[in-house]
């Protein structure tokens, strides 16, 4: 059995720890993990390892699953895709139930954290642009209403990406 694992980046703190994490699982299971840098639209278009591979996890990038879904491969999902679930993104088209995390609740519960140990100034960095982040936002807003606390818009830095190091820079 082989399972194909796609991502538009394989390196890096997010990714490295999905990839962690789906080998910890799987190897209980003896299969082989082909983890390939590319969204969907390109494997089928190039055909790459589409031969050696049994099923998908599409991590993140739902652009190309309808393709991938009709190649006959099963997929199976992390972040985008599954033999009937995608996690983390929509994919348009391909009527597979969706599993999301709870960025509302996350953020919510990280900023109460920081707020019970007594920090008033909590900044947030993100890119609202994307779905994910906006959510997270609204978990940080949440939280400082629920205690008192009036958002100061000084302490909200919008960031060019959803990536550490883009919001250290926005900082």
């Known amino acids: 059995k082989a399972i194909g694992i796609l991502a538009t980046q394989l390196s890096g703190a997010y990714f490295g720890t999905l990839l962690a994490g789906i080998h910890a699982v799987t190897r209980r299971h ?10 969907a639209h390109e494997v089928v278009r190039s055909r790459l390892a589409m031969d050696q591979v049994d099923g998908w996890i599409v991590i ?8 991938l879904a009709n190649s006959g491969v099963s997929i ?34 990280a900023v109460s954290h920081l707020i019970g140990h007594g920090h008033t100034r909590i900044a947030f960095a993100g890119d609202l642009s994307n779905n994910d ?22 302490l909200v830095f919008s960031a060019a990406g ?7 820079s926005a900082v």
């Open 162 to 168: 959803s990536h550490e190091e883009t919001g250290a």
């Open 133 to 154: 982040i906006k959510q997270r936002y609204e978990g940080y807003q949440a939280a400082l209403a629920e205690r008192g606390l009036v958002l100061d818009p000084a």
């Open 60 to 67: 993140n990038n739902p652009e190309g699953v309808a393709l």
């Open 30 to 39: 003896d299969p082989r993990l082909i983890a390939i840098q590319a969204a």
């Open 76 to 109: 199976g999902a992390y972040c985008v895709i599954g033999a009937g679930v995608t996690i983390g993104a929509q994919a348009p088209g391909v009527d597979i139930p969706a599993v999301f995390p709870d960025n509302f609740a996350g953020m919510h519960s």
